[in-house]
């Protein structure tokens, strides 16, 4: 996934996309430094160092993190190898912030719940643990039916399975190259905002703010994602 992980999510690489993303987290850290759970390549860090921030970053992945080492200004992000529910880093941060989904990656409760303790861990007082994830896209589902596609084209289809008695879901891409198919599958468990607010409740947060989007625009009822900011107690 490494490898072409820049090009599949190409539109969240849009400068503007990027731009109001980095505004907010900038704003948060106000002068002070700021660390991203799941790294990656560094399509926030990178930016958002560019900004003047001092930031440092926590990924599993090393073919990700070689990635952004690749990348000009690689080589000054700080970067932990290790899982973003319990890998410790030294020294305290204004913000800690997960994007584009990840949360869900944490395939359990359990894991989830370990998240936000280890980002209050990691903020001084009065910090903020911001979090950019989807609301789970049950509505779309009639009855009797589990999946919900979100992209198809003659070549490629693209479909999330959802497993309601879980919370369990995945992401699954089936393509069409010269006459071959390929299909990968990529596990998830899907959260509601009402649960990470318990879950920030018990890592000693609350919540300060809850937008539909980076550009603080109101979150409602048919808001497809939220952005949202604990701040530590």
Known sequence: MAAGYDDATAEMFRADVVGATVDVLAGLAGGGRALEFA????????????RGVEV??????RA?????????????????IGDIASTRVDGVFSVVYLVFNTIMN?????AQVECFGNAAAHLSPGGVFVVEVMVPELRQL???????????????????LYEVSTQAMSSNYVEVVDGR???????????WPAELDLMARIAGLRLRERWADWDRSPFGDESGKHVSVWEKV
């Open 39 to 50: 790294v990656g390549t560094g399509r926030v860090a990178l930016p958002l160092a560019g």
């Open 56 to 61: 440092h970053g926590i990924d599993m992945s």
């Open 64 to 80: 990700m993190v070689a990635r952004l080492r690749a990348k000009p200004g690689g080589d000054a992000i700080g970067v932990t």
């Open 106 to 110: 944490l395939t359990t409760q359990d």
């Open 142 to 160: 009639p009855p009797g039916q589990r999946a919900v596609p979100f992209r198809v084209t003659p070549t490629r289809w693209a479909f999330d």
């Open 181 to 191: 198919g390929s299909y990968r599958s990529i596990p998830f468990r899907y959260v």
